[in-house]
Each structure stands twice: as structure tokens, then as C-alpha cells.
Nanobody, 113 residues
Framework: QVQLVESGGGLVQPGGSLRLSCAAS????????MDWYRQAPGKQREFIAR???????HYVDSVQGRFTISRDSATNTVYLQMDSLKSEDTAVYYC???????WGQGTLVTVSS
């Protein structure tokens, strides 16, 4: 069974940066694609980024050009580099394995001055 643990969230000022990590353990195969989602207060969870098994990346329009998803297959870790953060990026961020119902516990990102 796969377990996911997100980390790296915190409080940051508008325009700042954070890097989130998603560490996977358990029965992992590097062929899985990985997604990042987020859930803002009072809103539904939304997809924001994907990295495929081939290393291709996809982003929702609202984060395109500001966020970068990457992975380190050697350590089974997926990252989300977030730059030029805005107040509307405030949310709990989750990672998940594509095609599964495996989620981490989430990490809170608060963008505020």
C-alpha cells in the first residue's frame, strides 16, 4: 500500500515562493504519474498540476508559468515549486497518485501580508 506525506507549507507574503514536497512510501513503482491538488476554504478540491511517467507536465491555467512540478524517482518524491504567490493560492495542498484514491494529509499554504 502506498502512503503519501506532504510537507513544505507555511505562511508567505504575496509575491513570495514556497516548495512543497510529497514523499511516497510503500509499494511504489516509478511508472506512476503524480498530481497536485488544492482546496481553498469553502471551495472544492481542484487539480493544479500533473507530472506523467514520461516526465511531461500539465498545469491548470491559474498556476501556469508560476508553479513547477518535478519528481525525483530515486527518492520517490514529487515537488511543487510555487513562485509569485498570490492570496488566491491560499489552500491546503494535496498530492495523489494518478488513477488511485491514495491521498496525503495535505499541507497548508497561506499567502498573506
Amino acid at each position: 500500500q502506498v502512503q503519501l506525506v506532504e510537507s513544505g507549507g507555511g505562511l508567505v507574503q504575496p509575491g513570495g515562493s514556497l516548495r512543497l514536497s510529497c514523499a511516497a512510501s510503500g509499494s511504489i513503482r516509478s511508472i506512476y504519474g503524480m498530481d497536485w491538488y488544492r482546496q481553498a476554504p469553502g471551495k472544492q478540491r481542484e487539480f493544479i498540476a500533473r507530472i506523467t511517467t514520461a516526465g511531461n507536465t500539465h498545469y491548470v491555467d491559474s498556476v501556469q508559468g508560476r508553479f513547477t512540478i518535478s519528481r525525483d524517482s530515486a527518492t520517490n518524491t514529487v515537488y511543487l515549486q510555487m513562485d509569485s504567490l498570490k492570496s488566491e493560492d491560499t489552500a491546503v495542498y494535496y498530492c495523489t497518485v494518478v488513477g488511485t484514491d491514495v491521498w496525503g494529509q495535505g499541507t497548508l499554504v497561506t499567502v498573506s501580508s
